[in-house]
């Protein structure tokens, strides 16, 4: 076989570039970009988390670099800023929320980049005088845009005695540019039966009407994801805390489930400003250990987590699943009455 004239990493290589290709022309069945630190991105989890925080704005970013020992196979980059409106002129207790945000993806060496620009409102119906139990739903509109560079596809008929350097047979029968507008919504509760602790639990769906995705002459409808998650923050001393979250994703025939807590120590031990440090971990299933430390300095919580592959795909990966980085910042307002949000 002509193949055999190839040196091993060369096959290697290019057989990786292939199925990157072969995912890219079928991409409207992959999965959409997602977080490990799902819970340190709120508008790309759910439009109903907008608004939902004790304070005036909240700025939110993160980071995904998947797959490092593969040059640049997924990474991901996104942004959001979410605040409350007419708080004059609705009931006490309920919240009122707009978002704006950005994410940006590109995968196998950005010969697909995908950009996504979304704004999103939700409503918050305090359930008792306290405002502690809301319920909530969100409604997010979003313009995407995907770009194919189709001279960094290698494909199999490209394969000759001297390695991949024919020319192909595949064209891009709708152009490298394809352009479609998105509709996601959520709901979701959040409680807390002292004040001091929260709990909550949400559901979302994205792609509501099923947009067309095709680089080629056919009609492939993005297939819609459902997400169910739900977590809270419990004081367990006057010091410590334990934050945990879990969450549970379907789109078409790919699934995710996450679990996993954080714990958290108020060094400086003061409730309206804290300097927290986190440390925990979260389990993907089936597929990464996610260990997590995270440092929070008034409105400002930073976190760092490392994605450990353990599935099968941990030879080729050299069990490398990924590196993030999230931010999120939370502009307290001068008067507050400190009602507990969900925060991992």
């Known amino acids: 076989m002509l193949i055999f004239n190839i040196p091993n990493h060369v096959i290697m290589r290019k057989l990786i570039v292939l199925s990157c290709a072969v995912l890219l022309s079928f991409v409207v069945k992959a999965q959409d970009p997602h977080f490990s630190q799902f819970f340190a991105s709120p508008l790309t989890l759910n439009p109903a988390f907008t608004g939902k925080f004790d304070g005036q704005l909240r700025l939110a970013a993160n980071h995904r670099d998947q797959w490092p020992s593969i040059p640049k196979a997924y990474v991901t980059t996104s942004a959001s800023l979410d605040f409350s409106i007419l708080k004059n002129k609705i009931p006490e207790g309920d919240v009122f929320g707009i978002g704006i945000s950005g994410l940006s993806d590109q995968s196998a060496d950005a010969a697909l980049k995908l950009n996504y ?18 319920i909530g739903a969100g409604f ?26 024919g020319t192909t047979s595949e064209t891009l029968s709708n152009g490298s540019n394809q352009n479609y507008v998105d509709v996601n919504a959520g709901i979701l509760f959040s409680g807390s039966s002292d004040g001091t602790n929260n709990y909550y639990l949400g559901a979302s769906v994205y792609h ?25 923050s419990f004081p367990v001393s006057d010091i410590l805390s334990i934050n945990t979250s879990a969450i549970y994703q379907l789109q078409n ?28 971990s979260w389990i993907r299933f089936k597929d990464a250990i996610i260990p997590y430390v995270g440092i929070e300095i008034g409105g400002l919580r930073i976190g760092a987590s490392y994605d450990i592959n353990t599935s099968n795909l941990k030879a080729a990966t050299l069990s490398r699943g990924g590196s993030e980085f999230s931010l999120i910042y939370i502009k307290k307002a001068t008067q507050t009455k400190g009602i507990p949000c969900p925060k991992f």
């Open 117 to 134: 620009g979304s704004l999103a409102l939700s409503y918050h119906k305090a359930l008792d005088e306290d405002g502690y139990n809301t």
């Open 140 to 165: 997010q509109a979003t313009y995407s845009s995907a770009i194919l560079d189709f001279t960094k596809l290698t494909f199999e008929d490209q394969l000759t005695q001297n390695g991949f350097t």
């Open 208 to 232: 509501i009407n099923r947009p067309n995705l095709s680089f080629i002459d056919k009609v492939w409808n993005l297939s819609p994801r459902l997400t169910v998650h739900g977590g809270g």
């Open 253 to 280: 025939k790919a699934s995710e489930a996450l679990v996993g807590a954080a714990l958290s120590a108020n060094v400086n031990n003061d409730t309206d400003n804290p300097t927290s440090v986190y440390v925990g």
